[in-house]
Each structure stands twice: as C-alpha cells, then as structure tokens.
C-alpha cells in the first residue's frame, strides 16, 4: 500500500545509504580499492549494492574471499576504512527530490535524524555536508559507546533522546530488509523507500508493506 496520512507524522528517522543518499559508487571505489591493494580480486557494482546494509565491517566481510578467516581481511579493512574516509564525497549525492522534502518537513516543524550502520565519523561528514541545516542528529556505528549498531533499536532510541521526542508521532524511512527489521525493534511503523538499495520485491518477502516511489510521496497530503 501507500501510504496517504502523512502528516500524522512529526518526526522522521531516516536511514542514510540508500535513503537519503546514493553512496554506492564511493562504497565500490573505495571496496575495490582496498581489495586490489592487497591483491584481493575486485567486485561489480552490483555485486557490492547487494553486500551493503549491515555496516562496513559486513560489506567487507562480504567482499573479501573467506571473510574475517582470510589473513588478510583486517588491513584490507582498515585500507577501505582509510580510503572512504577521504572519499565518501567523490561522486554521493543526495536522490533526485530529497533536499526539497527535507526541506519541507523541516518547514512543517517536524524533527528529522538519521541512523546508520556507517561509521560514525562518515555518517556526521556525510550530514554536515549535504544535510547541516536540515538534519539536527546524525547517528553511526559506535557499538564501543554501547549503541548496537542496525537492526537493534539502540540507534533509533538514541536519535529520540536527542531530539527529546517519544515515539508517538515517529516513523521510520528505510530501504532494506535490516531497515524494516530495525523499525520492528523499536517499535515504529516504517515507511520502505523504492529507489534505493533493494528492489520491491525483496522487500515485499521481508516484510514490508508500505511503499515510496518517490521522495515527493513522504510530503504530499
């Protein structure tokens, strides 16, 4: 179904990657870079959109032979870390119509964050750069400050505390599985965004049941 009550809803959460920005061009430049740097062999595009969303640990668990068995995982890892850290910018961008429906949810008075399994310091660059008027908190992977990264609820609770809201009113907007998976967790209903990351069928078998074609769809009446 569609969604058509939008403005029942005062408070967004939403993913990064796949959601609000088209990150997978940097995320394969910088996964094969880290793979040909150690002599691993390199992925396509496609193969690295279907690694993505559980962090950059599994997408690189995903992308190296063996995973974390491979000898070589750890400094292929911290390659890729080092890399996307001074790349994550090169060709991302915001998706067609996400700065204008931001912008006028932000015009509604309505609290607006963001939760990702990305490292933390990429997820606030990433906010800061494209989102620094219109994002007022931007949460990453910090598993060491006891936040449980996606699907746990941990990120989404957090991102609440900060904006000092409830979850009455609050929806989550996502375009995978551990997306969906994550709103169950916290409680919220979740809104699956089709532009992203996994088509509707997959996302149909994984639960989801209410749909954006566009980000136009989030704001209309």
Same mark, same amino acid.
């Given at each position: 179904?569609?969604?058509? @009550?939008? /403005?029942?809803? !005062?408070?967004?959460?939403?993913?990064?990657?796949? #959601?609000?920005?088209?990150?997978? *061009?940097?995320?394969?430049?910088?996964? /094969?870079?880290?793979? $040909?740097? @150690?002599? &691993?062999?390199?992925?396509?595009?496609?193969?690295?959109?279907?690694?993505?969303? /559980?962090?950059?640990?599994?997408?690189?668990?995903?992308?190296? +032979?063996?995973?974390?068995?491979? +000898?070589?995982? *750890?400094?292929?890892?911290?390659?890729?870390?080092? @890399?996307? &850290?001074?790349?994550?910018?090169?060709?991302? $961008? +915001?998706?067609?119509?996400?700065?204008?429906?931001?912008?006028? &949810?932000?015009?509604?008075? %309505?609290?607006?964050?963001?939760?990702?399994? =990305?490292? %933390?310091?990429?997820?606030? *660059?990433?906010? $800061?750069?494209?989102?620094?008027?219109?994002?007022?908190?931007?949460?990453?992977? /910090?598993?060491?400050?006891?936040?449980?990264? =996606?699907?746990?609820?941990?990120?989404?609770? *957090?991102? &609440?505390?900060?904006?000092?809201?409830? !979850?009455?009113?609050?929806?989550?907007?996502?375009?995978?599985?551990?997306?969906?998976? #994550?709103?169950?967790?916290?409680?919220? +209903?979740?809104?699956?965004?089709?532009?992203?990351?996994?088509?509707?069928?997959?996302?149909?078998?994984?639960?989801?049941?209410?749909?954006?074609?566009?980000?136009?769809?989030?704001?209309?009446?």
């Amino acid at each position: 179904m569609y969604i058509t @009550h939008m /403005n029942e809803y !005062k408070t967004y959460i939403f993913d990064l990657d796949g #959601t609000l920005l088209n990150t997978l *061009e940097d995320l394969a430049a910088s996964t /094969n870079y880290a793979l $040909r740097s @150690h002599g &691993l062999p390199e992925h396509s595009i496609d193969d690295v959109r279907r690694f993505v969303g /559980n962090g950059v640990r599994m997408l690189m668990r995903r992308a190296v +032979p063996g995973g974390e068995q491979n +000898p070589l995982f *750890e400094a292929t890892f911290a390659t890729f870390r080092q @890399h996307y &850290l001074q790349h994550s910018l090169d060709a991302t $961008r +915001p998706y067609d119509g996400i700065m204008e429906m931001l912008d006028d &949810l932000k015009h509604r008075g %309505c609290r607006l964050a963001v939760v990702s399994n =990305k490292f %933390c310091a990429a997820t606030e *660059e990433l906010c $800061r750069h494209f989102f620094a008027d219109l994002i007022e908190v931007a949460i990453g992977e /910090n598993e060491a400050a006891g936040i449980r990264k =996606k699907p746990a609820p941990d990120t989404v609770f *957090e991102a &609440l505390r900060r904006l000092g809201v409830g !979850k009455d009113g609050a929806v989550y907007v996502g375009d995978s599985e551990v997306d969906l998976l #994550t709103a169950r967790n916290a409680g919220l +209903p979740c809104i699956s965004v089709l532009w992203g990351f996994r088509d509707r069928g997959f996302l149909t078998e994984n639960g989801a049941t209410t749909f954006v074609a566009t980000p136009f769809e989030i704001i209309s009446p």
